[in-house]
Structure formats: C-alpha cells, structure tokens
C-alpha cells in the first residue's frame, strides 16, 4: 500500500526527477512492476541493479549488473538497487544528482554501525525530497529509529547520546537498549517527520487476525469442527464416485475447493534457524504436501515464481518460509492459516511475518499459531517480546499493544508436546481428494 502511496509522490514532484529507491533487494523487482503498472513511463527507464543480470526481463527493463567492472551509470527515471549495493555504490551515489530518495523497509538502517547505514545515511540526506517507509520503523527498541530520524530530520533529533539518554533509559543488554518517556517521543516524531496510518484505519474491511498459543495438544471438543468439516469432505467424494453427469462432478469439485478452503489447508510455517526450516521442509516432501520454500538462500528471481505457485496453485499447499527472508515483501494471502514453529526475540519480525497473510486481498480472518512449550526457553521469549511490543507501542502508536492472544485457548501445555504429524496427515488427504481423475465420459 506505502508502495503506491511513495509512487504518488513522486509523481506531484516530476520536475524533481531522477528518482533512486533503496529497498531490500527481495522487492527491487516488485518496485519496478508497480512503477511500470501506475506510471506512464518506458519499462526501459525504470533502471534495476541486480547482482547477477540472468534470467527472463520481458517486461524490458534496463538491468545492470553490480559486479560490473568499470563505472556503472545510474541514468534511469527510477533506479532501484538495494541496501547491500550502497556502499559498493556510494561514491557514485554522492556524486550523482537525486533529488528524490525513497528508502523502503527503512528499519533495514537500524544499525548505525552496519555498512550499509553508513553508506546510505548521505545519500538519503543529500536528497531534496526523502520518503522512508516502514510498517516497523523500529522492531525491538527505541534507538532503532535513531538513525532514520537522523537521515531525515537531524537538526530535531541532535547526536545519538542526547537522543539516547532521553528515549533510551533502563536496559540491561547495553547502553541505550531501554525504553523512556515514549510519549514525548511519540509526540516528536508526530510533530516532526512521521505519518502513522494503522491498519484497522485505513483497511477497514480486511478480515480479522487471531493468534493463539497452541500447546499440540487439542482437547476434543476443540477438533468437532474440524472433524465435521472432514466428516462433509468423505460425503462429497462418495457423491462424486456416484454422480452421473459431468454437471455433477463440476458442481461437487466446486464445493470440494470450498470446504477444502475452509478447513484452512493452506498455511504458513515460520521458523528461524536453518535446521528447523530443513526439517519442516523435510518433513513436509516426505508426506507429499505441495510446498513451496523461501529463505536467505532462496534468489530474488525465483521468490515470486514461488508466490505465484502458492497463491494459484490448489496442490501447493503449504509454504515453509524464514521468519527474516519470508517475512518482508511477499504476498500469501491464499493462506489464513500461519503457524510460528519458533518465536523470533524481534517482535517487528513477527508481525511482519505474520502480515504475509493478513494483508490486502485477504477475504478471510486469519488464524495465527504460536507453537511454545512450558518450560523452555520459550517462556523467556514470549515474555521479552510482550516488553517490546509495549514500547513500541507507546512510542510509534501512543498506546501499548501486545501480542493479543485468544482468552479461550487453554493456559498451560501437556507434559509432552506432539507432532504436526497428525494435522499433515489431513492435509495429505485432502490432497487424495483434489487430485482425483475426473470422469471422462459421464456414466448413464
């Protein structure tokens, strides 16, 4: 949504143009197909830096490669290169005129002493007109926003110690990792350089999220619906052995697509570390549930390729993804199931992830499952973001806000939790059901 809002921008400043957009290299190819899709202008003179220049562009825009050797030029209406090329380029990106920057995903320069903060901050600075977007600016603490309020307003928010030792008191990991007076903050950057538009304000008719802690272990009152919906499923495959027309089979494939929808075969997995990802992957081959994978090794070609599989594709049912590479910038909302395997101590990484499904063109609610177990490390997490969360909260949002949970679910795990075995199973089986052979000559 900020996309096109940036492009709007944009386009009421023409005479300001060239444009250079810095963005996570994952969406370097998402920002040219919206600007060529909502802007009148040649795909040749929308520009992208892409490290390696392989693959298909038909819809002919001018690529060039970072690993070019010599001078690489920057002539495009709209250059795109993302954060990890900056300060490869950063000589050249002093040196060119652009007086309009876009920086997307701009908690990206949370940390001051990251390269590329450090190559990007003059660049962003230097510019006439500086948009930064983030639906996160800060995911775990206020010193996060330091560096973006600096790009764009440095004479408000002075050096990093004053800002720090007003905004930043009573952590425990490090000078500045705390949390004060959020509200005068918050009031600041209202004051100052933020525009803060809220989901629930501006997408007033998108589903509802629910999250839940599930312990794997569901009572059987908590499986009737499920096993009823099953139950409807076994009914309709006997219907459509018995039908006898191809009318018949049409119309009960339909309302198998339907029910199959609504028991939420489709879903998201979320997890951290690699191995995790490599099980569940995995796991998921071995029981023959169509899947798709997205994680830091995964190219940013292939990444909407994969999308697109899951969002059209009936067998492609699930989508085992990195809470990090996963959760920025891709759409899901196919899905409304999306289960967290493991928790991240980043809270704006979770919810981010979680907005892979619950974003626009959702049409219904998404359910989200915290998968813990008592008496783990998991406890400790949980607690640590809920903290988080309440900052941020205050400070971008003027109001805590927590991770809310369903008050029904139950309060305390088994002793022992179980495995995605049995839920996979189903899934399985509903794959048995779409992918029957179709009748090819109706039986009279």
């Known amino acids: ?21 810095l963005t996570p290299s994952s969406l370097r190819l998402h920002w040219a197909s919206t600007i060529q899709q909502w802007l009148n202008i040649p795909p040749s003179d929308i520009l992208v830096v892409l490290s390696q220049c392989g693959g298909s562009n038909r819809a002919g825009y001018t690529i060039v490669s970072s690993s070019t050797k010599g ?6 209406l709209f250059n795109i ?25 701009s908690h990206f320069l949370k940390n001051a002493q990251a390269k590329r903060t450090t190559a990007s901050l003059p660049v962003i600075k230097k510019a006439k007109y500086a948009i930064l977007l983030s639906g996160t600016p800060a995911l775990s603490r206020p010193i996060e926003l330091f560096k973006q309020l600096e790009a764009l307003y440095p004479d408000v928010y002075k050096n990093v110690h004053e800002y720090g030792n007003r905004y930043c008191k009573g952590g425990i990991f490090g000078i500045y990792q705390g949390a004060s007076n959020h509200e005068e903050l918050h009031n600041l950057m209202k004051a100052t350089v933020m525009i803060r538009r809220l989901k629930k304000d501006v997408l007033t008719e998108l589903p509802v999220k629910r999250r839940q802690q599930v312990f794997l272990e569901l009572a059987e009152k908590d499986m009737k619906q499920i096993n009823a919906l099953f139950h409807e499923l076994e009914v309709v495959k006997g219907k459509i ?3 006898q027309s191809k009318e018949e089979v049409d ?23 690699q191995p995790m990802i490599d099980s569940i992957y995995q796991f998921l081959l071995k029981k023959k549930v169509g899947c798709i994978r997205i994680d830091g090794g995964t190219p940013a070609a292939s990444r909407q390729a994969l999308v697109t599989d899951f969002q059209e594709k009936d067998a492609t049912r699930a989508a085992v993804l990195s809470i990090k590479a996963g959760g920025v910038g891709l759409t899901l909302t196919a899905a409304s199931t999306v289960i967290f395997a493991e928790l991240s101590w980043t809270p704006g990484d979770l919810i981010q992830a979680e907005d892979r499904a619950h974003r626009i063109g959702q049409v219904s609610a998404v359910n989200i499952y915290y998968l813990l177990a008592n008496d783990t490390v998991d406890d400790i997490i949980w607690d640590v973001v809920q903290s988080k969360l309440e900052n941020l909260g ?11 949970v369903s ?7 088994p002793a022992k939790q179980k495995t995605l075995d049995s839920y996979l199973k189903r899934c399985s089986n509903m794959d048995d059901l779409e992918h029957q052979p179709k009748l090819k000559h109706p039986r009279h």
């Open 71 to 76: 001078c690489i030029r920057l002539d495009g």
């Open 251 to 273: 119309s009960l494939k339909f309302n198998q697509k339907n029910l199959i929808n609504k028991a939420g075969c489709k879903f998201l997995i979320f997890a951290h570390h």
């Open 81 to 105: 290169i993302s954060y990890d090329v900056v300060p490869k380029l950063q000589n050249l990106l002093m040196a060119s005129e652009f007086k309009v920057v876009i920086a997307d995903e």
């Open 1 to 21: 949504m900020w996309v096109l809002q940036a492009i709007a921008v944009s386009a009421c400043i023409r005479d300001s143009w060239p444009v250079l957009i």
């Open 394 to 404: 205050q400070m971008l949002d003027g109001h805590e806000k927590t991770l809310e």
């Open 241 to 243: 052995k018995a039908c």
């Open 407 to 413: 008050s029904s679910q139950t309060s305390s795990s």
